[in-house]
């Protein structure tokens, strides 16, 4: 089953996740905004991982003092598609 998620980020550069999942896999990835070269390669890393897997690494992670991150915010993102 595809899901196409357009997460809004809260808390970090990036103003938009759009993140795209087939059967549990992580296909697309795009951040809207934010350092390019770390939310490129945050993206490009992610895509073909499960989606759990994804989730595992990523959530929790804090840019500097902030509360959250972009790979946070992904987390988020792909814990939406896991609720639809």
Same mark, same amino acid.
């Given at each position: 089953?595809?899901?196409?998620?357009?997460?809004?980020?809260?808390?970090?550069?990036?103003?938009?996740?759009?993140?795209?999942?087939?059967?549990?896999?992580?296909?697309? =990835?795009? $951040?809207?905004?934010?350092?390019?070269?770390?939310? @490129?390669?945050? !993206?490009?890393?992610?895509?073909?991982?499960?989606?759990?897997?994804?989730?595992?690494?990523?959530?929790?992670?804090? =840019?500097? $003092?902030?509360?959250?991150?972009?790979?946070?915010? @992904?987390?988020? !993102?792909?814990?939406?598609?896991?609720?639809?």
């Amino acid at each position: 089953m595809k899901k196409h998620i357009e997460h809004k980020t809260s808390g970090t550069c990036s103003r938009m996740i759009i993140v795209d999942v087939e059967d549990d896999v992580v296909t697309d =990835c795009k $951040f809207v905004g934010g350092c390019a070269g770390n939310t @490129l390669g945050v !993206a490009s890393l992610v895509k073909g991982m499960k989606v759990s897997e994804a989730i595992s690494r990523l959530k929790g992670i804090k =840019c500097g $003092f902030k509360k959250t991150s972009c790979p946070d915010q @992904l987390a988020l !993102a792909l814990e939406e598609a896991l609720a639809q």
